[in-house]
C-alpha cells in the first residue's frame, strides 16, 4: 500500500529524514561543540583557576606560610586537577640578554605542576620538570612578551637571561592569552627560590586548577576549609580567590548554547515528525471511495485503522533509517573535518532515540488519521464530489 501510495508519502518521508539527520548530527556534536565553546571561555577568563592566598594585612608582619603538604591535601579534594605552590619576588628584578637593555621582570618559582593551573600554553621548547626543580637546573621560561622585549626577533631557545648576576638558559616560551601576572615573569625550577627569596616564608600562594567551571564554589569552599583547618593560628589570613564575574559570564554563554542546542533538536524533530499526521488525513480524504469499497466487501473499522497505522509507521520508521545512516555518516565526516571529540556512546544513543521517538511518533500520527477512516460511512464514503 506505501509503495501504491508513493507520491502522496515521498514528501513526508524526505521530511522525517532530514528531521532524523538533523536530531543525530545535532545532538552527537552538541555536547563537543558546548565542551569546545566552554573550553576556550575558560582559556580566556581563567575561570576554573583559583588562588590560595596567605596573607594578612591588618598585621605589618604575618608569618603565615604553606607547605608542600598542603598542596597534597588540596590535591585530594574531589574535582581538582592539580595544585601548584608558588614562590615569586615581591619587588621588580633586573633581567638583561646580552647588551639589550635591562627589563624590569617578576622572578616567579615553579614545579612541573604548574603548567596544569594557568592559561597561557608552551609556544616553543619544553617547561619545567621535575628533573629541573631536583637537580636546581639553571633554566628558564619565558612569556611572549618577555620574548620580544629580550630578544626581539631573534630566537630565545639556548640563549642565557640573566637575571640578578644569576644566568638561566632559556628551555621554553609560552603562548595563549595574556595574562599580567605572567606577561612580565621568568619562569625558574621552585629550588632556586633560595637565590632570589631567601629564606623567608615557604609558600604564600597556591594555585588550583578545577576541572569544571560548575565546581568551582564548591572547590573554593573546600580549600578554604582545609587551608585554615590546618592553619589554625591563621585563619585571618587565609583566602581563596576565585574570579565569580568572569564565571557568571561563563555559565550565561553556556546555557545560552544549551538552549539553543535544544531548540534546534526540538525544531528538527518535530518538522520532520509532526508534518506526517497531516500528510495521513490528507491520504484518507483522497481515498474515500478505496475506504468505502473496503468496508463495503467486508473490512472491519479495526482492520481499517490498523491499515493506515502500519502505513504510517512504515513511512515514519522507513524514513528514520535512511535518516539514521545518512546523519552517522555525517557525524563522522564532521568529526574528522572538525577535529571534534564526539563520543561514540552519544552517537549511538543519538540513532537509537531518534528511532525510538520515529516509532511512537509514527504510530501516534497514525492513530487519528486511522480513527478517522474507521468513522466512514460506507455510502458517504463511495458518494463522488
Known amino acids: 500500500m506505501v509503495?501504491?501510495?508513493?507520491?502522496?508519502?515521498?514528501t513526508v518521508f524526505i521530511a522525517i529524514a532530514i528531521g532524523t539527520i538533523g536530531f543525530v548530527i545535532?545532538?552527537?556534536?552538541?555536547?563537543?561543540?558546548?565542551?569546545?565553546?566552554?573550553?576556550?571561555l575558560e582559556l580566556i577568563g581563567e575561570v576554573t583557576i583559583l588562588s590560595a592566598h596567605f596573607d594578612d594585612r591588618r598585621d605589618k608582619w604575618h608569618p603565615g606560610e604553606y607547605y608542600l603538604q598542603d598542596a597534597e591535601r588540596l590535591r585530594k579534594i574531589p574535582h581538582v586537577i592539580n595544585v601548584a605552590p608558588i614562590r615569586h619576588t615581591d619587588r621588580k628584578e633586573k633581567a638583561f640578554h646580552g647588551n639589550n637593555k635591562a627589563q624590569e621582570v617578576q622572578v616567579t618559582c615553579v614545579d612541573e605542576h604548574y603548567w596544569d593551573t594557568i592559561s597561557p600554553y608552551l609556544e616553543s621548547g619544553r617547561l619545567i620538570d621535575a628533573s629541573d626543580v631536583a637537580r636546581q637546573g639553571k633554566v628558564c621560561v619565558l612569556s611572549g612578551e618577555m620574548v620580544k622585549e629580550?630578544?626581539?626577533e631573534e630566537n630565545p631557545l639556548g640563549k642565557v637571561v640573566t637575571v640578578r648576576s644569576y644566568p638561566y638558559t632559556v628551555i621554553g616560551t609560552l603562548g595563549g592569552p595574556d595574562n599580567p601576572e605572567i606577561s612580565r615573569s621568568v619562569f625558574v625550577p621552585l629550588s632556586l627560590a633560595i637565590h632570589h627569596l631567601g629564606q623567608i616564608r615557604q609558600y604564600v600562594r597556591m594555585n588550583i586548577r578545577v576541572d569544571a567551571p560548575e565546581n568551582v564554589s564548591t572547590v573554593r569552599s573546600l580549600a578554604e576549609f582545609q587551608l585554615r583547618r590546618a592553619h589554625p593560628g591563621f585563619a585571618n589570613g587565609i583566602f581563596v580567590r576565585s574570579y565569580d564575574s568572569r564565571l557568571d559570564r561563563v555559565n550565561f554563554v553556556r546555557l545560552v548554547v544549551r538552549?539553543?542546542?535544544y531548540l534546534a533538536l526540538i525544531v528538527v524533530f518535530i518538522l520532520?515528525?509532526?508534518?506526517?499526521t497531516n500528510v495521513m488525513l490528507g491520504a484518507i480524504h483522497e481515498r474515500r471511495r478505496e475506504i468505502g469499497l473496503r468496508?463495503?466487501?467486508?473490512?472491519?473499522d479495526s482492520l481499517i485503522r490498523s491499515q493506515f497505522v502500519l502505513e504510517c509507521l512504515m513511512v515514519s520508521v522507513g524514513s528514520g533509517i535512511v535518516g539514521a545512516a545518512i546523519g552517522i555518516f555525517s557525524v563522522l565526516i564532521l568529526r574528522i573535518t572538525l577535529e571534534l571529540n564526539v563520543s561514540n556512546l552519544v552517537l549511538v544513543t543519538s540513532v537509537f532515540l531518534d528511532l525510538l521517538f520515529t516509532?511512537?511518533?509514527g504510530v501516534a500520527a497514525g492513530l487519528y488519521p486511522s480513527a478517522e477512516a474507521s468513522r466512514m460511512d460506507v455510502i458517504d464514503a463511495m458518494r463522488i464530489d
Open 3 to 10: 509503495s501504491r501510495n508513493w507520491p502522496r508519502y515521498k
Open 26 to 40: 545535532v545532538r552527537s556534536i552538541g555536547d563537543s561543540v558546548e565542551e569546545r565553546v566552554t573550553g576556550n
Open 150 to 152: 629580550l630578544f626581539g
Open 259 to 261: 538552549i539553543f542546542i
Open 272 to 276: 520532520g515528525k509532526i508534518g506526517l
Open 295 to 300: 468496508k463495503a466487501v467486508g473490512a472491519t
Open 359 to 361: 516509532i511512537v511518533i
